[in-house]
């Protein structure tokens, strides 16, 4: 069983910066495309970006030029650098973890922008 722990959530003002984290279990991580997405209250999941194992990486057009993927495979963590953070970024926010078909999840972690 793979697992996942998002960490790094938080209040922050508009214009501001956060980054979160996702510890992800087991030996094979950089085997893995992982992903970042979000649900905002009232609304559906959506992926916000992703990073295969070979390195792509791919942005929603409401993040690009803001938000960026990063892995460390040594630390078997997915991080989500969050820049100039709006108030629409307000959500919860989840890791994912894919390969082989098999797909596995955090357990979310709030951001709340807020001034």
């Known amino acids: 069983q793979v697992h996942l722990v998002e960490s790094g959530g938080g209040l922050v003002q508009p214009g501001g910066s956060l980054r979160l984290s996702c510890l992800v279990s087991?030996?094979?991580?950089?085997?893995?495309?992982m992903a970042w997405y979000r649900r905002a209250p009232g609304k559906q999941r959506e992926y916000v970006a992703g990073?295969?194992?070979?390195?792509?990486?791919n942005y929603v057009d409401s993040v690009k030029g803001r938000f960026t993927v990063s892995r460390d495979n040594t630390k078997n963590t997915f991080y989500l650098q969050m820049n100039n953070v709006k108030p629409e970024d307000t959500a919860v926010y989840y890791c994912?973890?894919?390969?082989?078909?098999?797909?596995?999840w955090g357990q979310g972690t709030q951001v709340t922008v807020s001034s």
């Open positions: 990073e295969t194992h070979y390195d792509y990486t």
């Open positions: 994912n973890a894919l390969r082989e078909g098999n797909e596995y």
């Open positions: 087991g030996s094979i991580f950089r085997q893995y495309t």
